[in-house]
T-cell receptor
Framework: GQQLNQSPQSMFIQEGEDVSMNCTSS?????WLWYKQDPGEGPVLLIA?????ELTSNGRLTAQFGITRKDSFLNISASIPSDVGIYFC????????????FGKGTRLHILP | DAGVTQSPTHLIKTRGQHVTLRCSPI?????VSWYQQVLGQGPQFIFQ???????GRGNFPDRFSARQFPNYSSELNVNALLLGDSALYLC?????????????FGPGTRLLVL
């Protein structure tokens, strides 16, 4: 079935560095969603992408909808301590208007 | 304004027992979805309810059931609990029934089955 593969699984970076993570699927998605989850909290939507090739920013975050519609990228510039958390990509299944699937997440750690 | 609230925050049950988890959506939101998040994984869709009717169901056994009340709050029920049901159960609400609308997650109920 459709699934989303996120890489890397985890990252250890220095504060101030830029971060890049991606999400791929063997199936086409019409919408890509990027969420962040802090410990003890539910996921929070960061960016939504609706069109192939779309590049959208939210502050220091930038996400792109891949041209093939099978991948998406999330970049974080000049990381700060509060960027720590788990980042999930997600999207609605094709031909299903009731179900969103999530990747397994990329866990971001920032070294002092 | 209050966000999505869930109760209880934590719960410990034993195998074979039954559990009821509760969710109150953001005021004005008519759609509630339930997700199961096992440790180290992303949330997995269980149910969506919109205007008190089930709009979608994920690949979960019949031991899982849910309902939505006239005030749009929702309950998730799990019967005959198994050890593998231990997880964070997340509720999310959205204004309408379409997936393209932003959904807002609650903090979750952490269930431990012993």
């Amino acid at each position: 079935g459709q699934q989303l593969n996120q890489s890397p699984q985890s990252m250890f970076i220095q504060e101030g560095e830029d971060v890049s993570m991606n999400c791929t699927s063997s199936s086409i998605f019409n919408t890509w969603l990027w969420y962040k989850q802090d410990p003890g909290e539910g996921p929070v939507l960061l960016i939504a992408l609706y069109k192939a090739g779309e590049l959208t920013s939210n502050g220091r975050l930038t996400a792109q909808f891949g041209i093939t519609r099978k991948d998406s990228f999330l970049n974080i510039s000049a990381s700060i301590p509060s960027d720590v958390g788990i980042y999930f990509c997600a999207g609605p299944l094709m031909n299903r208007d009731d179900k969103i699937i999530f990747g397994k997440g990329t866990r971001l750690h920032i070294l002092p | 304004d209050a966000g999505v609230t869930q109760s209880p925050t934590h719960l410990i049950k034993t195998r074979g027992q039954h559990v009821t988890l509760r969710c109150s959506p953001i005021s004005g939101h008519k759609s509630v979805s339930w997700y199961q998040q096992v440790l180290g994984q992303g949330p997995q869709f269980i149910f969506q309810y919109y205007e008190k009717e089930e709009r979608g169901r994920g690949n979960f056994p019949d031991r899982f059931s849910a309902r939505q009340f006239p005030n749009y709050s929702s309950e998730l029920n799990v019967n005959a609990l198994l050890l593998g049901d231990s997880a964070l159960y997340l509720c999310a609400s959205r204004l309408g029934g379409t997936l393209l609308e932003t959904q807002y997650f609650g903090p979750g109920t952490r269930l431990l089955v012993l």
